[in-house]
């Protein structure tokens, strides 16, 4: 059966469940009443106040371009199923500020699906919506367990912008949701603009240069990736390393074997690192945020786990850092107290490395010699490298 001729059903299916989904999502009134019966009851029993709702969408305008050091024309925030084949930013038109995502389906069998992580709090509810433009455009969202929620949808904008709207609870245990816009079978470009996720937004991530534990263990960590050398795997393997990595996307996608390699050990892990390297404190807050989650989607992709913690480039972050980061996922912001690279034995404090140290690295030609140095140092404290990741759950 062709493409053309599945349409007519694909369409006649599409209405019917579109049909089902509006006639069980509230209205405005109905939304604006549940949400007053819910402030008064939390009134009457004297809950504490509700935390204020703010946008946690990634790149809601499609207004930051996209860094040299992201995957290769991608939409900073957003993951395209087409890819830059497909979805790309545009300053023809936008629906506000100066540009706009466009997005054409580049076969029969593509919706132009584009995609973001957003954290969220577990088992409170959300208001999505987006501003979109062209024929049959959704807006939907995952509650965390993947499965879908009742989306807002349009058949035709007629060549303007309209506003699609859609409300979901996340799950019980979800701390993050996934949100969608994305076209139809068939149906020709569409836009979207100014997207947000309304809610309240999780807890800021926990600042740390050392992890508070009377347990004898140190915490080796390597960051960026660009240098790997046969050498430093040797070593971590044969002393059965546990090592945090911190690479850069990019760096991690040009060797990932190598890096699958020398996390082997139990207790290592992959964990975030921005993904161009800046100086956070000289960009704005959604700067940020796409520079914390851009890397931790690649990551994962790359990986298979989402990082928990995100080391900051240069150690540089500010109050902004430890909010962008906890919207990307991130528990923890970590620096260091002992600097052990390119040959140097640095730690910040008095005396001989202590429990709970983080030791920085970096991956480069001089890694082996590093971490042998490092090691030794532990062992004079008396200390053992351990896995980051479970000390900071």
Not at 24 to 40: I, R, W
Not at 146 to 162: F, S, V
Not at 168 to 176: C, E, K, L, Q, S
Request: glycine share 8%.
């Amino acid at each position: 059966m062709s493409i053309s001729s599945r349409m007519p059903a694909r369409l006649s299916a599409l209405a019917a469940t579109a049909a089902l989904l509006v006639a069980g999502l509230a209205g405005p009134a109905a939304a604006a009443s549940e949400s007053a019966s819910v402030s008064s009851a939390s009134a009457a029993s004297g809950g504490a106040a509700a935390a204020p709702a703010v946008n946690l969408a990634t790149n809601p305008g499609f207004e930051i371009p996209a860094s040299s050091l992201a995957d290769w024309g991608s939409v900073p925030g957003w993951r395209c199923s087409g890819g830059p084949a497909e979805a790309s930013v545009t300053a023809a038109a936008p629906h506000s500020g100066t540009s706009a995502l466009a997005v054409t389906p580049a076969g029969d069998d593509s919706t132009g699906a584009c995609t973001q992580t957003v954290s969220v709090q577990p088992g409170t509810t959300y208001t999505a919506s987006a501003w979109v433009r062209g024929t049959f455009v959704f807006l939907g969202a995952t509650d965390g367990t993947d499965r879908p929620t009742a989306p807002d949808w349009t058949e035709d904008t007629h060549g303007g912008w309209q506003k699609l709207t859609t409300r979901f609870t996340a799950g019980a245990t979800a701390t993050t949701v996934r949100l969608t816009v994305h076209g139809w079978y068939q149906q020709g470009p569409f836009a979207v603009d100014d997207v947000r996720v309304d809610g309240p937004a999780p807890a800021p991530a926990t600042a740390a240069a050392s992890v508070p534990t009377s347990d004898k263990v140190v915490f080796f960590t390597v960051d960026d990736g660009w240098q790997t050398t046969p050498e430093a795997e040797r070593f971590i393997a044969d002393h059965q390393l546990p090592i945090t990595a911190f690479p850069l996307p990019m760096a991690a996608a040009n060797n990932p074997g190598y890096f699958q390699r020398v996390t082997a050990v139990p207790g290592s892990s992959v964990q975030n690192h921005s993904v161009s390297h800046p100086d956070l404190t000289k960009l704005s807050p959604a700067e940020q945020q796409v520079e914390i989650c851009d890397a931790r989607d690649s990551l994962t992709r790359q990986f298979g786990t989402a990082p928990t913690v995100f080391r900051p480039p240069y150690f540089a972050w500010n109050t902004d850092t430890l909010q962008a980061a906890a919207n990307c996922g991130m528990r923890t912001v970590l620096t260091a107290d002992a600097d052990f690279s390119w040959g140097a034995s640095n730690i910040w404090h008095e005396g001989t490395l202590s429990p709970g140290d983080v030791v920085l690295m970096h991956w480069t030609d001089t890694l082996a010699g590093d971490l042998q140095r490092a090691l030794a140092a532990a062992e004079i404290a008396g200390l053992k490298p351990a896995g980051l990741a479970s000390y900071l759950r």
